[in-house]
Nanobody, 124 residues
Framework: QVQLLESGGGTVQPGGSLRLSCAAS????????VAWFRQPPGKEREGVAAIDRDGSKDYADSVKGRFTISRDNAKNTLYLQMNSLKPDDTAMYYC??????????????????WGQGTQVTVSS
């Protein structure tokens, strides 16, 4: 069973930066895609960024140019570098993993494993 554990959240002022990490443990397969999602208060979970099995990356329009997703396979860790943070980025952030990549990456139901989340608050 795969476990995902996020860290790195916190409170930051607008314009600031944070780096989220997602460490994986348990059974590790190379054949999966990964993503970051977020869920603002009172709203649905939304896709933020993803890395497909072939290494290609994609981002939500709202974070393009500000967020960077990366992975370190040797450490079984996924990262999300977040720069120029805005109050609208305030949300619980989750990492997720899926094995079947035939569907769109932004659909949360596609994912087999989820972390417990880490809170990001952007406020002055």
């Amino acid at each position: 069973q795969v476990q995902l554990l996020e860290s790195g959240g916190g409170t930051v002022q607008p314009g600031g930066s944070l780096r989220l990490s997602c460490a994986a443990s348990g059974y590790i397969s190379d054949n999966y895609a990964v993503a970051w999602f977020r869920q603002p208060p009172g709203k649905e979970r939304e896709g933020v960024a993803a890395i497909d099995r072939d290494g290609s990356k994609d981002y939500a329009d709202s974070v393009k140019g500000r967020f960077t997703i990366s992975r370190d396979n040797a450490k079984n860790t996924l990262y999300l570098q977040m720069n120029s943070l805005k109050p609208d980025d305030t949300a619980m952030y989750y990492c997720a993993r899926r094995y079947c990549t035939s569907g769109a990456w932004k659909i949360a139901a596609q994912y087999n494993h989820w972390g417990q989340g880490t809170q990001v608050t952007v406020s002055s």
